[in-house]
């Protein structure tokens, strides 16, 4: 059973960047159709596609974070994904998923999700 | 970029009867990039329809998802007391993706 794990720290400052790590387990992240995203929902809010990541390190961002965000891979650790994201500030508080696509599976969705993690950004 | 809204904000119905849940696109959307997912208070989302018509792995054929073009439903033919929650729908386009608002699906 695949199984995503998302880490990091819980508290970031403002103006300082977060890093969040997605580890993977019960697969591997380098199969021809997947794909690795960062989704954020804020608390009380909806969705917001972060980024996407496929395993040869091409990567998507969403036009409006894009200039703040970098994600990458690391498929030597089967950690699929560190998310940065820079300049923080209070509307970055959210909670982080990662989730893997499956173009073959279930096209252009997300099928699994790691259970998400909560950053706040404060002083 | 693609706008989606959903409609209504909140639904409110009684175990075993029929919700009705709307997307709406500002453009249209391939019916191969639309998703749902339904989401309970502190859980992580989960796929129930790709490609606007396909249910996801392991999910229960009350829910079905219909419709192209701008306009997209997600139907839930007998509510279960596990369906009460919210539920979003996803659309990709011009390698990006958008979500939808969300229904909270509640009862009534």
Do not use: C, D, K
């Given at each position: 059973q695949l199984r995503l794990q998302e880490s990091g720290p819980g508290l970031v400052k403002p103006s300082e960047a977060l890093s969040l790590t997605c580890t993977v387990s019960g697969g591997s992240?380098?199969?021809?159709?997947?794909?690795?995203?960062?989704?954020?929902?804020?608390?009380?809010k909806g969705?917001?596609?972060?980024?996407?990541?496929?395993?040869?390190?091409?990567t998507y961002y969403n036009p409006s974070l894009k200039s703040r965000v970098t994600i990458s891979v690391d498929t030597s650790k089967n950690q699929f994904s560190r998310l940065r994201l820079s300049s923080v500030t209070a509307a970055d508080t959210a909670v982080y998923y990662c989730a893997r696509l499956d173009q073959q599976l279930a096209p252009f969705s997300f099928d699994y999700w790691g259970q998400g993690t909560l950053v706040t950004v404060s002083s | 970029e693609i706008v989606l809204t959903q409609?209504?904000?909140t639904l409110s119905l009684s175990p075993g009867e029929r919700a009705t849940l709307s997307c709406r696109a500002s453009q249209s959307?391939?019916?191969?990039?639309?998703?749902?997912?339904?989401?309970k208070p502190?859980?992580?989302?989960?796929?129930l329809i790709y490609g606007a018509y396909s249910r996801a792995t392991g999910i229960p054929d009350r829910f079905s998802g219909s419709g192209s073009g701008t306009e997209f439903i997600l139907t839930i033919s007998r509510l279960e007391p596990e369906d009460f929650a919210v539920y979003y729908c996803q659309q990709y386009g011009s390698s990006s993706f958008t979500f939808g608002?969300?229904?909270k699906v509640d009862i009534k």
């Open positions: 992240i380098s199969s021809a159709t997947y794909y690795w995203g960062w989704i954020r929902q804020p608390p009380g969705l917001e596609w972060i980024g996407t990541i496929y395993y040869s390190g091409s | 409609s209504p904000g959307v391939s019916s191969s990039y639309l998703a749902w997912y339904q989401q502190g859980q992580a989302p989960r796929l608002p969300g229904t």
